[in-house]
């Protein structure tokens, strides 16, 4: 554990550790969105993916890439990290000497490839594309290499983004690409990302069939095959099968294609490792109606909700006196002068919800913080630790 980051800055986290979200209002009363993360809950949920999954767990770095969460998941087993980009590579090397990163984008900085391999001993590159492979083995000369090839999987319209779109290659180019790395005296691989918040579990099997098929028809013996992330996180508005479902999916896929027990099997989750484990305490800065005007939007923690369906559970905090029992809908409006920065839908909240109210939005520990500019001056960059149990799991 010498890698935890915690050890460099003890004191600051320990000042920053509360019981319970209502003890974050208490204590600081803040007029700023915190962010109340719960380490132990990361812990736990990444000990349940790795013992769940046939294979090495990766966690994709770029859902979350707080200190505070990756060393709650490196706590949890977590040794091995999906990840993106040099600073990336970088802050998963340069924190945790134990740990393994894999190169997993398929598009390339030539200077990233060199650095990446020369400075932090990168093997695990992807590709799906003949000229990035070859941009791979000129720049790292080619030894000890693993070459991932990445694949494009059907939209089954299963997952709330297609991640097949941008990048993956069709069957009869991975083919040619494990052949020409395998040509090349690389061990090789095939990975698939069949898109975020998967709500269908056969998806995965119906993707590793398509990997048997390239399998089969290359020749070359495959070393590792992974599965990608896109295991759902519990939003307020979508019901998704257990974890279980989508390992016994995967498992039946995996035997399917009789891949041999020498290739190791890798996923890659991220918002499933993380979205529970942190929620957003907001205060409401004025009421105009059923209009609530908060402190942080779309362009801060929440924009995840403008591009895809996902609803986040949400509930008031007052101190001085109760609310109202009954709720009402209302509109969340963020702190940024465009007109845009506004959340889809309606939130049920009291009926009485006013000025100086907290509103804690939960199930936002990933693509939250990750994603937040700093447009109009508006920057969300309070983090506290909380030790309760989420609402989510509450109710
Ligand atoms: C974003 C990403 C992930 C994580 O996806 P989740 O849906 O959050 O699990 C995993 N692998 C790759 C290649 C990604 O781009």
Avoid at 168 to 192: Q, S, Y
Avoid at 222 to 249: H, K, R
Avoid at 348 to 365: A, F, M, V
Avoid at 373 to 391: I, L, M, Q, R, S
Wanted: aromatic share 8%; proline share 7%; with cysteine.
């Amino acid at each position: 554990m010498d890698g935890l980051q915690e050890k460099r800055a003890p004191d600051a986290r320990a000042k920053r550790r509360f019981d319970d979200v209502v003890s974050v209002v208490r204590a600081l009363q803040p007029g700023y969105p915190v962010y109340c993360l719960r380490p132990k809950l990361l812990t736990e949920t990444a000990k349940r993916f790795i013992s769940l999954f046939p294979g090495t767990v990766l966690y994709a770095v770029k859902c979350n890439p707080r200190p505070e969460v990756l060393d709650a998941v490196y706590r949890g087993g977590i040794r091995h990290f999906d990840t993106a980009s040099l600073p990336e590579i970088a802050q998963i090397c340069d924190t945790y000497p134990d740990a393994h990163a894999y190169f997993m984008h398929p598009v390339k900085a030539r200077a990233a490839i060199r650095m990446t391999h020369k400075a932090y001993g990168i093997r695990h590159y992807v590709i799906d594309h003949e000229d990035e492979l070859a941009k791979v083995l000129e720049e790292t000369g080619g030894k000890d290499l693993t070459i991932i090839v990445r694949i494009k999987t059907e939209d089954t319209g299963d997952s709330l983004y297609d991640l097949a779109s941008k990048f993956g290659t069709g069957p009869d180019e991975a083919v040619a690409l494990l052949r020409a790395a395998n040509n090349r005296d690389c061990k090789t691989g095939l990975a698939f990302h069949i898109g975020s918040q998967c709500r269908e579990p056969k998806v995965y099997r119906k993707a590793l069939a398509l990997c048997g098929d390239i399998i089969a028809r290359s020749g070359v013996e495959i070393d590792s095959l992974d599965v990608g992330g896109g295991f759902p996180a519990y939003y307020a508005n979508t019901q998704v099968p257990p974890l279980e479902d989508y390992m016994a999916e995967i498992r039946g896929g995996l035997n399917d294609i009789g891949l041999k027990p020498t290739v190791e099997v890798f996923s890659e989750p991220g918002r499933a490792l993380v979205a529970a484990g942190c929620s957003l305490l907001t205060q409401v800065q004025l009421r105009k109606d059923d209009r609530l005007y908060i402190n942080d939007g779309i362009y801060g923690s929440l924009s995840e909700m403008t591009q895809v369906d996902i609803r986040m559970p949400v509930r008031l905090i007052r101190l001085q006196g109760e609310a109202a029992p009954k709720l009402r809908p209302f509109i969340l409006n963020g702190p940024t002068c465009d007109s845009l920065d506004v959340l889809p839908g309606t939130f049920d909240l009291p009926e009485d919800t006013r000025e100086g109210d907290w509103i804690e939005i939960d199930q936002l520990g990933a693509y939250s913080n990750a994603l937040a500019t700093h447009f109009n001056g508006f920057y969300p960059e309070a983090f506290v630790e909380v030790h309760d149990a989420p609402p989510a799991a509450r109710s």
